[in-house]
């Protein structure tokens, strides 16, 4: 699509580093600012509510796999069949209950669907640390 569109290299690398940006900041704030959970050499389970093209949740597995899991497993309620097949080959696992024909939408296969705020994530991501001082407030 990219070069379709005759898109310059330096508006990619610009818009990139931008967003970059932008996620680096996102997951500070969502982690409350606390490191990383240590992943090398650990057995890591990676959720999302279905696999439409699977783009994020392939970014996830590169993420998690530089920084060395024993066992990466991928857990889904739903997914297209191709999507699952391409994860697939780059987990030890993926646990997909439903790969409808046609896949349409993750949404269409859940009775009530909608956006999950970043600030509710924050809070169950605080909820879920035990010992954990008072969240820290919203930007």
């Known amino acids: ?11 990619i690398r610009a818009i990139t580093s931008v967003q ?3 996620a680096r900041s996102r997951e500070k704030w969502l982690r ?4 990383r959970a240590p992943v090398a050499g650990r057995t890591v389970i990676v959720v999302d509510e279905g696999l439409a093209a699977g783009a994020t949740m392939r970014a996830s597995i590169q993420s998690l796999q530089a920084r060395h899991p024993a066992r990466l ?5 739903v997914g297209a069949r191709e999507a699952c097949a391409a994860v697939q080959h780059e987990v030890n696992e993926i646990v997909c209950l439903k790969q409808p024909e046609p896949f349409v939408a993750i949404g ?9 705020e970043d600030a509710d994530v924050r809070q169950l991501l605080v909820g879920a640390v035990p010992n ?7 930007p």
């Open 132 to 138: 954990r001082q008072a969240a820290m407030p919203v």
């Open 1 to 11: 699509m990219i070069a379709s569109l005759a898109v310059s290299e330096p508006y």
């Open 108 to 116: 269409t296969y859940y009775q009530h669907f909608h956006a999950v």
């Open 73 to 77: 497993v991928v857990a889904v309620p």
């Open 32 to 35: 409350s600012f606390r490191p």
């Open 20 to 22: 970059m940006a932008k």
